[in-house]
């Protein structure tokens, strides 16, 4: 069964407004998660990093107050795209190891469509 | 140039036939490596890890090559249901950081009756 949960898994939004998307561990604490966002026909570019506790670290590119990581708990871990966009429709994908250096587990993902 | 490179595609063979997926990674201290599987739509599923030793599951083989930072996945007797994309995916995180992993492109793979 899947041991990180996404939710939701599909979500249809009006340009301006803001999604939030969960990403649970299930049966494992995560200290770390990460986001990935991925474009039709186009590989999973990585967000950001969501630490515990912690500021998230973003990767290049990736604007930090229109995207906001929480990651106020060792199971959870939210996105929330501010203000969208119909540019921000996307997929989007969060991951957590089990431990270090082991397989990634995925979330289901989010589709996300702006309209 | 890329950090993880895959062959473009789309691969489209027949049932039953052998595929061959390559990749390059330009990190010569990339850690540890796989090859997942994305079906349209969904979420990358681990496939396989890669072994120095190179490694076998089933109808899959996998191989790496630390030296020329190439790596490569093999299907034999490739099924309708084999039909995915193949992403080769690089782990560059150092001892004690946190876990990142590079994506390639990914290959479409159509396994055709």
């Known amino acids: 069964g899947a041991v990180v949960s996404q939710h939701p898994s599909w979500v249809i939004c009006k340009s301006g407004t803001s999604v939030k998307i969960e990403c649970r561990s299930l049966d494992f604490q995560a200290t770390t998660m990460f986001w990935y966002r991925q474009f039709p026909k186009q590989s999973l570019m990585l967000m950001a990093t969501s630490n515990e506790g912690s500021k998230a670290t973003y990767e290049q590119g990736v604007e930090k107050d229109k995207f906001l990581i929480n990651h106020a708990s060792l199971t959870l871990s939210t996105l929330t795209v501010t203000s969208a966009h119909p540019e921000d429709s996307s997929f989007y994908i969060c991951?957590?190891?089990?431990?270090?250096?082991?397989?990634?587990?995925f979330g289901q993902g989010t589709r996300l469509t702006v309209v | 140039r890329k950090e993880v490179e895959q062959d473009p595609g789309p691969f489209n063979v027949p049932e039953g036939a052998t595929v061959a997926f390559n990749c390059t990674y330009s990190?010569?201290?990339?850690?540890?490596f796989f090859w997942y599987r994305q079906d349209c739509r969904k979420e990358p599923k681990l496939l396989m890890s890669?072994?120095?030793s190179g490694n076998e599951d089933g109808r899959f083989t996998a191989q790496l090559n630390r030296a020329s930072q190439y790596i490569s996945l093999l299907i034999r007797d490739s099924k309708l249901s084999d039909s995915a994309t193949y992403l080769c995916?690089?782990?560059?995180?150092?001892?004690?950081?946190?876990?990142?992993?590079?994506f390639g492109s990914g290959t479409q793979l159509t396994v055709l009756p």
């Open positions: 890669v072994y120095s």
């Open positions: 990190n010569s201290a990339s850690q540890s």
């Open positions: 991951s957590a190891n089990r431990q270090l250096n082991t397989e990634a587990f």
């Open positions: 995916v690089v782990n560059q995180g150092a001892s004690g950081s946190a876990r990142q992993l590079t």
